[in-house]
């Protein structure tokens, strides 16, 4: 589907691939818009929907600065997925076995490792842990909280967390087997989000910058805040990645005893999809941040999942400039989570996802699939976008 509107009530337009836009994201993408630091055009994918500042679903380039809170506090948020070489007639009959022991393996919600750490996880964490210290020593603020990232960050690591953040063993359109797994850079990866979105908030006062919303303040590149920001944001979205690593390698060990021999890795894909990077389109060399929203370059690969109970998608980019090769990192929110409790009961939820063994009590009926758009519907919004080279449906769900 070709661009289905572009907004012109900005310094620069606004390119939407949605076929229906809320009034509050649309104003949300009109004030980016707006902004002296947006570089050629703001792109909104299909599954746009309002956030905090900036909407959930676009992407924006700028020249010589960074929006923190565009960025937002679940830094390098995104996908892993690994397909195993078995089928789905090797799977277990009772699938309540292989999402307890998921379960048992990786903490969800609230919970996070013991203190000790050793082996693989260990080892992550060493190698992580002198940048960290760096960021730490150059941060006053940051310096405070030494001791909360000390006892914190290591257990994190390798946890899921909540809201939206799940584990799944799905099936493709050829019944094999597939796991995948949607996390991001835990507890730690917020407080460096909130520390410099509120740095950015004081800077634009100091300077009496006039903004159309102020989770709009941005950090200018030369500034000491600026070069503070880029380097905990790179090691945030590393922490995210090597986190949903070590997630995948404990999900593998613990189904294992419930599965006949398995390999893994013929299929393997990995992608942030709340992260900024360096990238040059146009000509120009800019820092583009995708706010929900995954890099689709030509011929790379991406993961687009649905709600729970919902299909998902491996796609391939086609690299389309004109949305900043981009795409939709997901079904997309059509309703707040309170509107969801109020809404829905958990006999709707136990209707909407049948046939998946998952969680089904009142704490995620949030997470119910008809809080979300039907992903059949992102999906077709952005065939200029990328081409679906799997479908999943999943038959374990694992919630925070």
Known sequence: MPIAEELTQGRVPVKVWARSLEAAARRQLENVARLPIIHGHVAAMPDVHAGIGATVGSVIPTRGAIIPAAVGVDLGCGMNAIRLSIGADLLPESLARIRSAIEAAVPVGFDQHSARIAGAREKTARSLEPRLRHIVERTPKLRTMQRDF??????????????????????????RVWIMLHSGSRGIGNVIGRHFIERARREMEKRDAQLPDRDLAWLEEGSASFDAYVEAVEWAQDYAAANRREMIRLVLGAIAPHLPPFEAGDEAISCHHNYVARERHFGADLF????????????EMGIIPGSMGAKSYIVRGLGNPESLCSCAHGAGRRMSRAEAKRRFSRADLVEQTQGVECRKDGDVIDEIPGAYKPIDEVMEDQSDLVEVVHTLKQVVCVKG
């Open 150 to 175: 000390d006892t914190t960050w290591t257990r994190q690591l390798a946890t899921l967390g909540g809201g939206n953040h799940f584990i799944e063993v799905c099936l493709d359109e050829a019944q």
């Open 288 to 299: 583009v941040t995708r706010k929900g929203a995954i890099r689709a370059g030509a011929g």
